[in-house]
T-cell receptor, first 109, second 113 residues
Framework: GQNIDQPTEMTATEGAIVQINCTYQ??????LFWYQQHAGEAPTFLSY??LDGLEEKGRFSSFLSRSKGYSYLLLKELQMKDSASYLC??????????WGAGTKLIIKP | EAQVTQNPRYLITVTGKKLTVTCSQN?????MSWYRQDPGLGLRQIYY???????DKGDVPEGYKVSRKEKRNFPLILESPSPNQTSLYFC????????????FGPGTRLLVL
């Protein structure tokens, strides 16, 4: 079966760095997405990785290792507004998105 | 403004009473889909549509119907809702293609009594 694993919840301090991991087992791979979802709101796109390596976009970076079936989202200089759920999703061989359950990130002052 | 709209945003209904949740996008996207989101389970795809008059089942299609008569609209129909369909529903749209991100509507919170 297809499976995406992320930690359920993480806590970090304002101004710090946090890494949210995602491991996946899917039938085929056509890219990995990270989305941010604030409570009660719709998910919004953060990043897309299809090749191995690190993609940096401001305070957020996303890393992919296809051989390990592993990705992480790195958030730097954490702000209170970063409190949200972070969803990992993999595009499978049919280009359908398989979603993880999401990681709830709590930022403390 | 480019957006995906859903109506209603909140709905309380009773078992067996047919309902429709509308979804409309103004970005001329070919691809549209419906998801439900439940605590601890993440987003699960109900149905998707690659283009007008082309729809296909996602992971959890039982109890739902969809139609795609026009490019911009993709309504979700619950013919006979049951309490296990109580959930948060999202409509999403995108251009076809590998890297294309999905744009989500604001969500519809449904409670079936």
């Amino acid at each position: 079966g297809q499976n995406i694993d992320q930690p359920t919840e993480m806590t970090a301090t304002e101004g710090a760095i946090v890494q949210i991991n995602c491991t996946y087992q899917t039938s085929g791979f056509n890219g990995l997405f990270w989305y941010q979802q604030h409570a009660g709101e719709a998910p919004t796109f953060l990043s897309y990785n299809v090749l191995d390596g690190l993609e940096e976009k401001g305070r957020f970076s996303s890393f992919l290792s296809r051989s390990k079936g592993y990705s992480y989202l790195l958030l730097k200089e954490l702000q209170m507004k970063d409190s949200a759920s972070y969803l990992c999703a993999v595009s499978d061989s049919n280009y359908q998105l398989i979603w993880g359950a999401g990681t709830k990130l709590i930022i403390k002052p | 403004e480019a957006q995906v709209t859903q109506n209603p945003r909140y709905l309380i209904t009773v078992t067996g009473k047919k309902l429709t949740v509308t979804c409309s996008q103004n970005m001329n996207h070919e691809y549209m889909s419906w998801y439900r989101q439940d605590p601890g389970l993440g987003l699960r795809q109900i149905y998707y549509s690659m283009n007008v008059e082309v729809t296909d089942k996602g992971d959890v299609p039982e109890g739902y119907k969809v139609s795609r008569k026009e490019k911009r609209n993709f309504p979700l129909i619950l013919e006979s809702p049951s309490p296990n369909q109580t959930s948060l529903y999202f409509c999403a749209s995108s251009l076809p293609g590998l890297r294309e991100t999905q744009y989500f509507g604001p969500g519809t919170r449904l409670l079936v009594l």
